[in-house]
């Protein structure tokens, strides 16, 4: 099994500007890649404000803020990423985004190079197909914000290899954090579960049966929730939401995951939750 020491990033979006400070803070050097000058330099302002956070509290000192920042390089260009062991895509939740980005990762990397995704719901399986290294595409769920969830969920398509399993879960580990093992299915385990009761929130919005703060402090209050399913669809983003919701609903044709009609004109009229500063809740 090999150790992995460096690692590239793509997509500097929420998930993966936190996934790259994570790897830089655990010792690792990252390559972040965006097609988009103007979400790299959003990316790296936000890691830096992560690691400046770190430090007011005393996590870290300002020498190991210096030294991670000094570990992470940006660029605009997949072949940046020609000879790395490991990359994880973090673009946005579409299956036909997420199949093109890897193909041309497939096209790029290394024969041995692994290739991970951060897809929250989609068949790791389906993707994997669009390469020609499918023992080697695996599913590395973070969970969102990266920086303070422990929780990796580490996800085996059909093919994928016992050795694949084993550099990303050890590289899971090198970050700090704790991989779970699961198997290819719409939505995994967070998503199948979460996804639903965030759908039900909304339906009793929806229905009148509360206001967005009462259904919110009934789950924190009654069932211990640290955050009640209406903000934390608002700090996901509605549209992420929806996306997983659409793809739980495709892949097991059942009712229960059809998406809250009000969810779906959330997401046309761009109420998007925090990043669009309107959702169940200002901002």
Do not use: W
């Amino acid at each position: 099994m090999a150790s992995i020491q460096k690692i590239g990033v793509v997509g500097a979006g929420t998930m993966g500007h936190g996934i790259t400070q994570v790897a830089a803070g655990s010792g690792f050097d990252v390559i972040l890649v965006d097609v988009a000058q103007e979400a790299l330099d959003l990316g790296l302002a936000k890691i830096e404000k992560g690691f400046g956070k770190l430090v007011e509290k005393e996590k870290i000192s300002a020498a190991d803020r210096d030294a991670a920042l000094g570990r992470i390089t940006t660029s605009t260009a997949l072949d940046s990423l020609d000879d790395l062991p490991l990359v994880v895509e973090a673009v946005v939740e579409r299956l036909d985004v997420k199949q093109k980005v890897l193909a041309d990762l497939d096209r790029i990397l290394p024969e041995g190079a692994i290739l991970a995704t951060n897809t929250s719901s989609i068949s790791i399986t389906k993707l994997a197909a669009v390469t020609g290294r499918a023992d080697r595409v695996i599913g590395m769920h973070f969970m969102n914000p990266v920086p303070l969830m422990k929780l990796v969920e580490v996800i085996r398509g059909l093919a994928t290899s016992q050795e694949t399993y084993d550099t990303v879960k050890a590289a899971a580990e090198a970050m700090g954090k704790i991989p779970v093992e699961v198997h290819d299915a719409p939505g995994f385990v967070s998503n199948r579960v979460l996804m639903p009761m965030i759908n039900e929130a909304i339906f009793c919005l929806y229905e009148g049966v509360g206001e967005p703060q009462a259904i919110d402090q009934v789950m924190k209050l009654g069932m211990n929730h640290p955050m009640g399913p209406l903000a934390l669809a608002d700090l996901i983003g509605l549209d992420v939401c929806l996306d997983i919701l659409d793809v739980l609903y495709e892949g097991f044709k059942d009712p229960k995951y059809r998406p809250c009609p009000l969810l779906v004109k959330m997401v046309d009229s761009g109420r998007l939750g925090r990043k669009s500063g309107h959702g169940f809740y200002p901002y």
